[in-house]
C-alpha cells in the first residue's frame, strides 16, 4: 500500500469501543508492533457544561480505553467550541499520558480550511514529523492562506440551485458542495447553494418557473425514477430561458432525454432505467452491463480517460485534449441517437472509445454541458475540478447581465 509513499494516511472512524471498528483498531496495534514508523493520532471531543467549563473526562476514559487495546496515541486533537484552557490540556496530558506540547486544539471554525492553518500557528507540523523522524522542509501556505481568505471574504456571489432527490439530506452531495467552495475561491465569489427537491416540479410543473431567480442550476446524479420528471421539467426551463446549466452522471442523462423529448422531436424518449419500453431508448445500459444479473459492485467505476473535442466549452475549461475524470455508472448516451442528437444541436464534447462522456447546448441554448462523470471526486481547494469553475463563471457572467 505505501510502496513509494513517505507517508500513508489511514483513518479509522467512528468512536472507540464500537464493535465496527474493533478489527480495525487492532489491525493498528499489529501494524505497530511490526514497526516503529507508525504514529497514532487521536480526534476526541471536549464537551463544554452550561457552566462554561470544558469537561475532559469522556476524553480520558476513551484515551485509556484505546491504551487497553495495544494503542497509545502520541498527538491528541480536541475537537471544541474554542481553544482549551491550559489547565484542561494539562488534565488530558497527565491522564491520557502524553506530553503537553502533544495536546493540539481543533476548535469550530468558520471554514474548515483554516484548520491547516491553525494547526500550523500550534507548530504541529514540526511536532508530527520529529515523532515520525522526518525533516520539516519548506512548508509554504501563502497560496492556500489567499484561498481561504477568499472563501471568508469573497468579492463576488452566485446563487445555484441544486434539483435533486436526496436535497433533505444536504451530506449526500457533499462532494458537489465542497466542490463549489473550491471554485467559488478560485473566483473570488461566495457560491450560494440552495436544495430543489425535484418531486415538486412533478407535482406543479409551473412551480419550475421558480428557478428564473438562479444564476445557474445544477443537477447531479441519482438513482430510481422518483423526481425525474421533475428533473426534466427543471432542464427544459433552465434551456429555454438560457439559465447556466450543469450536469453530473443522471443530470447529464436527463440533459439528452429533455434534448431528445422536446429539441429532436422523440417524444416519450427516456432511458430504459426508467421505462424499459420506451419507443426511444436515448439512454440504454452499458453493452457489458446487459448480462449481468446480479447488479452488487458491478457499475464502471474508478478513473477512465476521455478525449474532448476542440472548440467545445470541455476542451477551454480543461485547456487540454485528454484527461481522467472518476465515473460511477452503467447507463450511456444510446449510440443509435448520436446522429439524431447532433443533427439537432447537440455537442458530443467528450468520448471514451464508444461511450459519450460529454455533452453540449448550442448557442441560442447558452451555457449548458453534462458529463457521465463525477469531477467533484478529484476536486481540491489548490485544483478546483475545470467544470465547477467553467460554470461558476457562467453564473457569473448571467448575474453580471
Known amino acids: 500500500m505505501g510502496a513509494g509513499k513517505d507517508v500513508v494516511l489511514v483513518e479509522v472512524g467512528g468512536t472507540v469501543g464500537d464493535l465496527e471498528n474493533g478489527y480495525f483498531i487492532e489491525a493498528m496495534r499489529q501494524l505497530s508492533s511490526e514497526t516503529r514508523e507508525v504514529t497514532f493520532i487521536q480526534l476526541t471531543y471536549v464537551p ?37 484552557p491550559k489547565d484542561s490540556k494539562e488534565k488530558i496530558s497527565q491522564f491520557c499520558n502524553i506530553p503537553l506540547e502533544a495536546v493540539y486544539d481543533d476548535p469550530d471554525i468558520e471554514s474548515i ?26 512548508l509554504n501556505l501563502v497560496q492556500w492562506k489567499s484561498l481561504v481568505e477568499k472563501i471568508k471574504n469573497p468579492r463576488h456571489a452566485v446563487k445555484i440551485g441544486i434539483v435533486g432527490k436526496y436535497t433533505k439530506l444536504h451530506d449526500a452531495y457533499v462532494s458537489i458542495r465542497e466542490a463549489f467552495i473550491h471554485a467559488g475561491a478560485a473566483l473570488d465569489t461566495k457560491v450560494e447553494i440552495e436544495w430543489i427537491e425535484s418531486e415538486g416540479f412533478e407535482n406543479d410543473p409551473e412551480s419550475v418557473s421558480v428557478l428564473k431567480d438562479y444564476d445557474g442550476i445544477l443537477v447531479p446524479g441519482g438513482f430510481g425514477s422518483r423526481g425525474i420528471e421533475g428533473k426534466i421539467n427543471a432542464i427544459k426551463y433552465v434551456r429555454e430561458n438560457k439559465i447556466p446549466y450543469f450536469g453530473i452522471c ?16 422523440l417524444k416519450g424518449a427516456n432511458s430504459t432505467e426508467f421505462d424499459e419500453n420506451t419507443k426511444s431508448p436515448v439512454i440504454d445500459l452499458l453493452p457489458e452491463q446487459r448480462a449481468i444479473k446480479d447488479k452488487g459492485a458491478t457499475m464502471r467505476l474508478g478513473a477512465w480517460k476521455c478525449e474532448l473535442a476542440k472548440g467545445t466549452r470541455a476542451f477551454e475549461a480543461y485547456g487540454k485534449q485528454s484527461i481522467e475524470e472518476r465515473h460511477r455508472h452503467r447507463y450511456e448516451v444510446n449510440n443509435d441517437y448520436l446522429e439524431t442528437l447532433e443533427k439537432s444541436g447537440i455537442v458530443l464534447s467528450g468520448r471514451s472509445g464508444h461511450i459519450v462522456e460529454m455533452v453540449e447546448w448550442k448557442e441560442p441554448h447558452g451555457f ?12 481540491r481547494l489548490e485544483e478546483p475540478a475545470p467544470l465547477f469553475v467553467a460554470f461558476v463563471k457562467a453564473a457569473l457572467e448571467r448575474k453580471k447581465k
Open 113 to 138: 480550511y483554516e484548520l491547516p492553518l491553525m494547526l500550523e500557528k500550534q507548530d504541529f507540523t514540526a511536532y508530527l514529523m520529529k515523532l515520525m523522524g522526518m525533516k520539516k522542509d519548506g
Open 368 to 379: 449548458g454541458i453534462g458529463l457521465q462523470a463525477h469531477p467533484e471526486y478529484k476536486s
Open 250 to 265: 443522471l443530470g447529464m442523462q436527463m440533459m439528452v432525454v429533455e434534448y431528445a423529448r422536446n429539441v429532436c422531436g
Open 48 to 84: 463544554m457544561i452550561s457552566t462554561g467549563e470544558y469537561k475532559t473526562k469522556p476524553t480520558q476514559h476513551a484515551t485509556r480505553l484505546l491504551q487497553s487495546m495495544g494503542v497509545q496515541p502520541q498527538i491528541i486533537l480536541v475537537r471544541a467550541d474554542g481553544c482549551l
